[in-house]
């Protein structure tokens, strides 16, 4: 993957991680999940987006994934639990979001 989509992937998955908190009724509900071929299929179909960057969480082992419309800037973050792989849940969607630059000192 070339540095540029590397750097993107993880301004994005930043992003996700430092946005606002979610109120507490909302992270109350299930998130919509699909089985890993149907959902990418359907954010493909329906939003352009294609697999960007994947990666396994250190803590818990569930798999992230994010989906990314180059041409839109439509993103979609999606996880996998290790009690069932099979299955992407939608943890976060957006739009408009940008890269931001590596940190002073860090490569480009």
């Known amino acids: 993957m070339s540095s540029w989509l590397t750097w993107a992937a993880g301004s994005l998955l930043a ?3 430092f946005s606002a908190q979610v109120p507490a009724a909302a ?3 299930e998130p919509p999940c ?4 149907q959902g990418l299929a359907l954010l493909a179909e329906s939003y352009g987006e ?5 990666g396994v969480d250190a ?3 569930a798999l992230l994934l994010l989906t990314l419309n180059l041409e839109s800037g439509r ?3 999606l996880v996998a639990r290790p009690e069932a792989p099979a ?4 943890a976060a969607a957006g739009s408009g979001g940008a890269s931001a630059p590596p940190a002073p ?4």
Request: aromatic content about 10%.
């Open 15 to 17: 992003a996700f991680l």
């Open 27 to 29: 992270a109350a509900q």
């Open 34 to 37: 699909a089985k890993r071929a």
């Open 50 to 54: 294609r697999p960007l960057w994947q």
């Open 59 to 61: 803590g818990s082992g």
């Open 75 to 77: 993103w979609s973050l």
């Open 87 to 90: 299955l992407l849940c939608l």
């Open 105 to 108: 000192g860090e490569g480009s």
